[in-house]
């Protein structure tokens, strides 16, 4: 028995000389490059065997039989593996997100002369040029190429950075597709671990636990997990309430073309592990299989966490908020120089009626051809020769002047105008005969007269033309350019504050045969950004529908409220049937509807072809969604809360140049706020690993300031003190077996004694 005990004692440092040599033996492979705990340092829990009990006829005697291995435990902690996962998600977010801003960043302001801004301020400056310069055209001519020349650099800088963004959104798209490949293999390897955990029962776990720990620290980068875990240390994990693995095996993520905000991109699916009701199972020699039931879920916005979740936030989000911002800069400018321009007259006298640029925005913008083949085509003067009646004006470089004035102009709300098309009948109006001359449907009187922004213009309609007309309006009026355009036959009025225009003498009143109202034309084209033909808003369908019919450029709020020029129009809570907010499941009309009943003076559409309605607006083209709302007085839209006025596109309310400045302004504060929470979210994760380490791992380098995990020279101390038992132990059954030999003699009879050898050795 005394022998027995030692060897048992023996067998028991031998075990524990086996887990300190697999401790030693991960001292340079403890932690990945991502800091993540690989390997757990082991250690050994013993206890005493079960006595023997003997009884000598008056009471028993317990009989010790040496230590017994209870169990194999690691050091790490559960609680911090929890912590570490959860930390990972968020610096699995940031981290995409980090990258993809610095990378818009490079795009839009990779320098200060190359940015939407500075080539806008040299259009503009061009411009200030021409206007500038004599009227002669042969004088003119280096400045009408130097015009040509700042719209083209405006132009081609304006697309390159659209499709850099647009580019960079479809890269993302396929990342997020090789991410979710990434996350169904760490799920079948969880299903796989689990497999081995529910059939290793009398052998170490211990690497199946730490394979199984390590599976769930990668998958957590990837996606926001919940886990619990089982007897055997099995792992459930769970997306929301969905079961990604579970004890019948792991379920899988898949893209679906579901994807309201584009067609073109991908969302994510779940299908769930085989159970009655669900798609994937595991199975050791089989691998994963399908089972005859499929339930298949879109969980795309229960992502939140992980590189999937930043994946899906910098494309939906970040890259399509950018794309947009270079969008309404481009459409702006282009809509507002095309219109002041088609207005103007070329050098030769004669009514210019072209285009500048051409294209629907950011996307194909690009300067005219004709203009860039003849710069003589190139508009300047607001008065010229119309069917060979000369304007009573002297020429003048109106046109160029106020397109010098460009980065001042409104963005989307052109106060005062633009109007809808002039109500004339037969023949063209020509805008340098007498106004009373003309075929209007509202004949104006003979003399009349209208207060634009506190100033009275009077004018006499019998002796004045609309050249004249527009002239003493631009010249008197602070602030506002006043343009009529023969081709479309339009007024349009600009000014980069709100303009209040009030009716005077004469009937039909000024706005009545002018047909001028207040106008906020949306700068978001609402349908999606690849092609203007792709699907169009469905004005009666809920806001978050997946149909892909309808599709948004920006994502609305799930709910919110805003006002319309000091009137409520959406509480922030319910207050009637007629007043309550609105959700993502209200629809445009049911908007449109509501603005009408509580400002009734404002009309809010959906345009859904808006160059059926403004020729000049998105360069002609069709099949473009714009949201609009008409008023007699300018309009302010404020949103109380949510994005209305963003997914509608009416918020851009300010100068050109101001709507250029803010996308500079927006990406350094995105990049430096982003970095600051990447740093503060990656050093918090680093902090968590270096404490499981510090309780798990193994130094790789001395103690001491800096080092994290177990001193090498602890666990070899730890070694040697083992080992000391055990040949300590060793001696003890040589001196037993020394005993037993002498009592063998004692009683008679021979003995064949064995001398056990201490072996004395160092561990290094």
């Known amino acids: 028995m005394g022998i027995d005990t030692i060897t048992r004692s023996l067998q028991v440092q031998q075990l524990n000389q086996d887990i300190i040599a ?27 065997g079960s006595p023997i009990i003997i009884n000598n006829g008056v009471q028993n005697f317990a009989i010790g039989t040496g230590p017994q291995v209870s169990q194999i435990t690691r050091y790490r902690s559960l609680y911090l593996d929890g912590q570490i996962q959860q930390q990972s998600s968020v610096v699995g977010n940031d981290e995409i997100l980090n990258s993809v801003l610095n990378q818009v960043n490079s795009i839009i302001n990779s320098s200060a002369t190359s940015t939407l801004s500075s080539a806008l301020n040299n259009f503009a400056a061009a411009w200030q040029a021409l206007g500038a310069a004599p009227v002669a055209p042969a004088t003119d001519a280096t400045n009408r190429q130097a015009v040509v020349a700042a719209g083209t650099a405006f132009a081609d800088m304006a697309r390159s950075q659209y499709s850099q963004l647009q580019t960079l959104e479809v890269n993302m798209d396929g990342q997020v597709t090789q991410t979710i490949g990434n996350i169904n293999q760490l799920l079948q390897q969880l299903a796989s671990i689990n497999y081995q955990l529910n059939n290793s029962q009398g052998s170490n776990p211990n690497d199946l636990l730490d394979a199984r720990d390590y599976a769930l620290d990668q998958l957590s980068r990837l996606i926001n997990i919940q886990t619990t875990f089982g007897n055997n240390g099995t792992a459930n994990v769970f997306l929301g309430g969905l ?3 579970n004890s019948y095996g792991a379920g899988s993520l898949t893209t679906n073309a579901n994807n309201s905000h584009n067609p073109n991109l991908v969302s994510v699916s779940y299908q769930g592990p085989a159970n009655p009701n669900s798609l994937m199972y595991y199975t050791p020699s089989t691998g994963p299989g399908v089972s005859a039931v499929t339930q298949v879920v879109d ?21 399509e908020s950018y794309k947009d911002q270079v969008d309404q800069i481009a459409t702006s400018v282009m809509n507002l120089t095309n219109t002041i321009h088609v207005s103007g007259f070329a050098a030769d006298g004669t009514t210019s009626g072209l285009f500048f640029f051409v294209g629907t925005g950011g996307e194909d913008i690009s300067v005219n051809a004709a203009l860039i083949n003849n710069t003589n085509l190139l508009a300047q003067s607001s008065t010229g020769t119309v069917n060979g009646v000369a304007s009573p004006l002297p020429a003048n470089k109106q046109i160029a002047q106020f397109l010098g004035n460009l980065p001042a102009l409104l963005a989307n709300n052109f106060a005062g105008s633009p109007s809808t098309v002039w109500s004339g009948v037969g023949a063209l109006v020509n805008p340098n005969n007498p106004m009373a001359t003309e075929n209007f449907a509202n004949t104006p009187a003979g003399a009349g007269s209208v207060t634009i922004d506190g100033v009275v213009i009077n004018y006499n309609a019998n002796t004045d033309s609309i050249a004249q007309l527009l002239q003493n309006i631009n010249n008197n009026v602070p602030n506002v350019d006043a343009v009529f355009d023969y081709t479309n036959q339009q007024f349009f009025i600009f000014s980069n504050d709100p303009v209040q225009i009030q009716n005077g003498a004469g009937l039909p009143s000024f706005t009545g045969f002018t047909n001028i109202q207040n106008i906020l034309v949306s700068s978001l084209k609402l349908n999606n950004s690849f092609a203007y033909t792709n699907p169009q808003i469905n004005q009666n369908q809920a806001l978050n529908s997946y149909n892909n019919t309808t599709a948004f450029r920006i994502t609305p709020s799930t709910s919110g409220s805003f006002t319309i020029n000091g009137t409520v129009v959406y509480s922030p809570v319910y207050v009637s049937a007629a007043i309550q907010p609105w959700t993502s499941k209200t629809t445009i009309n049911a908007m449109s509807n509501q603005i009408f009943n509580a400002v009734p003076a404002v009309t809010a559409e959906l345009w859904t072809d808006v160059s059926q309605t403004l020729p000049t607006f998105f360069g002609g083209n069709t099949n473009i969604n714009a949201f609009t709302m008409t008023s007699s007085s300018p309009m302010e839209v404020v949103d109380t809360t949510g994005n209305f006025s963003v997914f509608t596109g009416l918020n851009a309310n300010m100068p050109v140049n101001d709507l250029a400045n803010s996308i500079l302004a927006n990406i350094t504060n995105d990049v430096s706020n982003q970095q600051s929470v990447t740093t503060t979210a990656e050093d918090s994760l680093t902090q968590l690993n270096n404490a499981q380490d510090s309780l798990a791992g193994v130094a790789t380098t001395s103690s001491g300031a800096g080092s994290v995990g177990v001193p090498l020279a602890t666990i070899q101390e730890q070694a040697m003190q083992s080992l000391n038992v055990y040949n300590a132990s060793l001696q003890v059954l040589n001196i037993m077996n020394e005993m037993l030999s002498d009592l063998i003699d004692i009683v008679g009879g021979s003995s064949s004694s064995t001398t056990f050898q201490t072996s004395q050795s160092s561990t290094s």
């Open 22 to 48: 697999e401790n030693l033996a991960n001292a340079g492979s403890s932690v990945d490059a991502n800091g993540y705990l690989v390997h757990s340092l082991q250690e050994f829990n013993t206890a005493s």
């Open 243 to 245: 079961d990604l693995v």
């Open 299 to 319: 969980v795309t916005n229960m992502i939140t966490g992980g590189n999937l979740a930043g994946e899906l936030t910098a494309r939906d989000v970040v890259l």
